[in-house]
């Protein structure tokens, strides 16, 4: 039974057979691989207080888990290539991101904010690698409720949000043309 700090726990897995080798020489392949590594806290067998783990394929967690779950303030990490890539840092329950956290996208985009089971869900603010910037209400991964969207152009929009789309009531002001579209919106459309 583990409880309290352990060093490492590693979690191996047989490897595949290599080729077998000549007659009379031993083979240096090693029957198993490590996979998963845990350095940190335990309670009654499970993850639980501060640790880090590290998956076989570079993936990484360093923060707070609560009965085998990432639980609590922590930041993951993604393998790319051989360079390790910021993905998430935030709060967590019961192993997905709940709470306060910011989310780095692959493709530069930023999201910082409040999520719930997992999906952006709250207020928030989504950063896009080409200029725009999205502040105010989510559900369910989408925009949902009253927002502000600041193109890279410098057109705004400010009004209401449906599954991601601009959906009743809403003001848009066209910096070229200096003017101002004041009124309802279906499906993205004045």
Same mark, same amino acid.
């Given at each position: ?15 595949? &057979?290599?080729? &077998? ?5 031993k ?13 940190? !806290? ?9 640790g880090?783990?590290?998956?076989a394929k570079?993936?990484?967690y360093?923060?707070?888990?609560e !009965?085998?779950y ?5 930041s993951?990490?993604?393998? !790319?290539?051989?360079?390790l890539?910021?993905q ?7 192993? @997905?991101? *709940? ?19 997992g999906?952006?869900?709250?207020k ?8 725009? +910037? ?7 991964? +989408? ?5 502000? @969207?600041?193109?890279?152009?410098g *057109? ?11 959906e ?22 004045p």
């Open positions: 039974l583990k409880s309290g700090t352990r060093s490492s726990i590693f979690w191996s897995k047989k490897t595949k &057979p290599s080729a &077998p080798s000549i007659i009379g020489t083979s240096k392949a090693k029957p198993y691989s490590i996979g998963t590594t845990y350095k940190g !806290e335990w309670k009654l067998n499970k993850k639980h207080g501060f880090c783990q590290i998956w570079g993936n990484k360093e923060g707070q888990w !009965e085998g990432r639980h609590g303030r922590g993951f990490w993604v393998m !790319e290539g051989k360079k890539r910021k998430y840092t935030g709060s967590w329950k019961r192993g @997905l991101k *709940d709470g306060l956290g910011v989310y780095f996208y692959k493709n530069g985009d930023r999201y910082e904010g409040e999520w719930h089971n999906l952006r869900s709250g928030g603010t989504l950063f896009t690698h080409d200029g725009q +910037q999205y502040n105010g209400m989510w559900r369910e991964d +989408q925009q949902n409720g009253f927002g502000r @969207l600041v193109k890279a152009n *057109d705004v929009y400010r009004g209401q949000w449906l599954n991601g789309k601009r009743g009531s809403g003001i848009y002001y066209f910096k070229s043309k200096q003017s101002v579209y004041d009124g309802e919106w279906v499906n993205d459309m």
